[in-house]
Nanobody, 115 residues
Framework: QVQPVESGGGLVQPGGSLTLSCAASGSTLTANRISWYRQAPGEQRELVAAISAGGRTNYADSVKGRFTVSRDNAKNTVYLQMNSLQPEGTAVYYC?????????WGKGTLVTVSS
C-alpha cells in the first residue's frame, strides 16, 4: 500500500489557473475513487472534487464550473484543473484514494492565491 503523492501547488494570482497532480507508483490509482480535499489554516478539511473508478465526477458547489477532475490511465495520474482561482482557494490540497473501504491520504501540496 503506497501513499499517493500530490504535486503542482504554488503561487497564483486571483483569476489565474493551476493544475494539481496525484500519482503513485505502487498502485493503480484509476481503479480507485480519487477525491481532492483542501484545508485552509484554522479550518476544517473539505471535499472539493472526486472521480470514481467508473469515471463519474462530482464537485463542491463552490467550485462547480471552475474546477475539473480528470484521469490519465496510461500515466496512472489524476489531475485537478483549477480555473478562476480566488483568495478563498488558498489551502493545502490533498489527494485521497479509496477502494474496498481502504483509504490513503497524500501529504498535500500548498496553493496560495494572492497578488
Amino acid at each position: 500500500q503506497v501513499q499517493p503523492v500530490e504535486s503542482g501547488g504554488g503561487l497564483v494570482q486571483p483569476g489565474g489557473s493551476l493544475t494539481l497532480s496525484c500519482a503513485a507508483s505502487g498502485s493503480t490509482l484509476t481503479a480507485n475513487r480519487i477525491s481532492w480535499y483542501r484545508q485552509a489554516p484554522g479550518e476544517q478539511r473539505e471535499l472539493v472534487a472526486a472521480i470514481s473508478a467508473g469515471g463519474r465526477t462530482n464537485y463542491a458547489d463552490s467550485v462547480k464550473g471552475r474546477f475539473t477532475v480528470s484521469r490519465d490511465n496510461a500515466k496512472n495520474t489524476v489531475y485537478l484543473q483549477m480555473n478562476s482561482l480566488q483568495p478563498e482557494g488558498t489551502a493545502v490540497y490533498y489527494c485521497k484514494t479509496g477502494r474496498g473501504g481502504i483509504i490513503s491520504w497524500g501529504k498535500g501540496t500548498l496553493v496560495t492565491v494572492s497578488s
